[in-house]
């Protein structure tokens, strides 16, 4: 997960036409004007089954401007229409009256990136009292309900980057830049990598810098651990959306930034997947990443919302895109999608969502 507001612009004011099997779209909107916008049109070429779908993202960041632009072309693929999406600037409050507003706007289902696990619950239940299902994709809530949780196994997350760096550095510090602890990624991420750590690699110590999924703080948590602890060995960044450019900032400044292969190098793994990342790991200045599927996330948060619009329920499981739905202690199913490691070996792989065409 990794804020400027993006541009919202009002949604087109549209009236349905409902259409029966004897009274065609021509007798209801024919020649009046009154925007109504008709089910399998020549133009739309959309449904109105599921018509309109309210999109909420978190924050303005390289992952998720990489999804805001995926969500479009994923829902045009799948013959939903969107309204466009609004961007909740890294403010939770914001959110919740983001939701609100979709729902004046008579959405018929939303999907939203909580920005906190536990804060976006006034926005679940507003949706709840309205019947509108909605998909959260990327964090699952603490509580509330939605239909799915379209997400990576975020602690598989904090493993990977445990195994990697203990491989590597095998005694000495490393420094972990965590993401936001409200959030259950950023939960997921320390925990685990702190665990493995503990567990595999007693010759490592891990030091914290809590960062909140914020730019500033990452480079000032660096800056302030390098000030005490010259000797760091490698760090994990838990979301190179928000952290890649001031921790190589940071490094550099600091004379600290040296390729692989220098005996010098600090080793970094990084997640998201952005294409800044595998950049980054072609040049030498990172080790490894994990790659959120950014374009999964949104082809299925829109296959999901479009099913529970439909009434369809979902079941933990094997699915047919090879991740796995399971069902959470707070009762909600999550759909864990794959996430891979990145190296120098694999950085070049067309499938990877950070090589699409920019």
Not at 47 to 59: H, L, Q, R
Not at 102 to 113: A, D, F, P, S, W
Not at 310 to 335: K, N, W, Y
Request: glycine letters at 8%.
């Amino acid at each position: 997960m990794s804020g400027q507001r993006l541009g919202r612009g009002p949604a087109p004011h549209r009236t349905r036409c409902w259409v029966t099997a004897t009274v065609t779209l021509a007798l209801l909107c024919g020649l009046a004007a009154t925007g109504c916008e008709s089910a399998g049109t020549a133009e739309s070429g959309r449904t109105t089954a599921v018509d309109p779908i309210g999109v909420v993202v978190p924050m303005n960041s390289p992952f998720w401007q990489a999804y805001e632009a995926a969500v479009p072309r994923q829902a045009q693929a799948q013959n939903v229409h969107t309204l466009p999406s609004v961007n909740s600037n890294s403010d939770i409050q914001q959110q919740i009256s983001d939701i609100h507003n979709l729902i004046t706007k008579h959405v018929r289902g939303l999907v939203v990136g909580p920005l906190d696990s536990a804060a976006i619950r006034p926005g679940l239940s507003a949706a709840e009292r309205v019947g509108v299902p909605v998909v959260a994709v990327d964090v699952t809530p603490d509580s509330g309900t939605v239909a799915m949780v379209v997400r990576a196994d975020n602690r598989a997350f904090g493993r990977k980057a445990c195994h990697y760096l203990g491989r590597a550095v095998k005694t000495g510090k490393v420094v972990q830049v965590q993401g936001d602890l409200a959030s259950v990624n950023g939960r997921d991420r320390s925990e685990a990598f702190s665990a493995c750590m503990a567990k595999n690699y007693p010759g490592i110590k891990v030091l914290d810098v809590p960062a909140d999924w914020q730019p500033a703080k990452a480079a000032a948590g660096l800056e302030a651990r390098f000030r005490v602890d010259p000797d760091i060995k490698g760090i994990y960044l838990q979301a190179g959306g928000d952290y890649l450019e001031p921790a190589l900032s940071t490094l550099n400044r600091r004379n600290a930034l040296f390729p692989v292969g220098d005996p010098r190098h600090l080793t970094i793994v990084s997640n998201d997947g952005i294409p800044q990342e595998l950049d980054a790991i072609r040049s030498g200045e990172i080790d490894a990443t994990v790659s959120q599927p950014v374009d999964l996330y949104a082809k299925y948060a829109i296959t999901y919302i479009k099913k529970a619009i439909a009434g369809q329920s979902f079941a933990p499981g094997p699915t047919d895109h090879h991740s796995t739905i399971v069902r959470l202690p707070s009762g909600l199913l999550e759909d864990r999608l794959p996430a891979p490691l990145v190296t120098k070996r694999n950085v070049d792989d067309k499938t990877l969502w950070g090589n699409s065409p920019r």
